[in-house]
């Protein structure tokens, strides 16, 4: 079993930075696929950046791309998501999820391709 934390939420200005973390226990592979989703109140669950354990190719939502940076430690079993330029329409509870196995790319951006789920982190973006 895996249990995944996330921790470094808050509440900021738009353009500001935060960085979230999450750290999994349990056996968790450095081959699994590690991501991070969102979701706002009201909306469906969105995508928001992958990383593969075996490769450390990183993958991103368009709405994110340029402005977050997803990495991963996997010696502490740890994945970051580093968030610049923050924007309005980013608050969300933000989650993050652990896969198996080695999944195409194209299937990472599919909350259905990952097995384990942490309870989420909230951020607020707001003036």
């Known amino acids: 079993q895996v249990q995944l934390a996330e921790s470094g939420g808050g509440s900021v200005q738009p353009g500001a930075s935060l960085r979230l973390s999450c750290a999994a226990s349990g056996q968790v592979f450095s081959t699994s696929p590690m991501a991070w989703f969102r979701q706002a109140p009201g909306q469906e669950r969105e995508f928001v950046a992958a990383?593969?354990?075996?490769?450390?190719?990183?993958y991103y939502g368009d709405s994110v791309k340029g402005r977050f940076t997803v990495s991963r430690e996997n010696g502490k079993n740890t994945v970051y998501l580093q968030m610049n330029s923050l924007k309005n329409e980013d608050t969300a509870i933000y989650h993050c999820a652990v896969g198996s196995g080695s999944p195409t790319s194209s299937f990472l951006r599919y909350a259905s391709t990952y097995t384990y789920w942490g309870q989420g982190t909230t951020v607020t973006v707001s003036s």
């Open positions: 990383v593969r354990g075996s490769t450390g190719m990183k």
